[in-house]
């Protein structure tokens, strides 16, 4: 069965910088997207960022969109989240998931494999 399992999380405060890591036990295939979610307590999972894993397109939420970057390599079958400029309302559970098709997909339901998640808490 493939696992996603995500790593880089941590306490860090409001500026400060951060970068997930998300590891597949199985290579994706060239019809897969990876992406990135986020869950704050007491609100739902939404999505942040998405990658087509042959490169060549992304997609961000607008919460993020000139602040965090999602990239992958796909040598080592690993996502990334580099995450700048760092906020308060940046504090939730981030989990990475994949899907086949488009990256472009802001429905939850529509990922059918998940990571365990990763916190991250911004302190002002």
């Known amino acids: 069965q493939v696992r996603l399992v995500e790593s880089g999380g941590g306490l860090v405060q409001a500026g400060d910088s951060l970068r997930l890591s998300c590891t597949a036990s199985?290579?994706?295939?060239?019809?897969?997207?990876m992406g990135w979610f986020r869950q704050a307590p007491g609100k739902e999972r939404e999505f942040v960022a998405g990658?087509?894993?042959?490169?060549?397109?992304?997609q961000y939420s607008n919460s993020v969109k000139g602040r965090f970057a999602i990239s992958r390599d796909t040598a080592s079958a690993t996502l990334y989240l580099q995450m700048n400029n760092l906020k308060p309302e940046d504090t939730a559970v981030y989990y990475c998931?994949?899907?086949?098709?488009?990256?472009?997909?802001?429905?939850?339901?529509?990922?059918?494999?998940w990571g365990q998640g990763t916190q991250v808490t911004v302190s002002s």
């Open positions: 990658i087509r894993w042959t490169g060549g397109y992304e």
């Open positions: 998931a994949r899907r086949t098709g488009s990256p472009a997909v802001f429905d939850v339901s529509s990922w059918n494999l």
């Open positions: 199985q290579r994706p295939f060239s019809s897969h997207a």
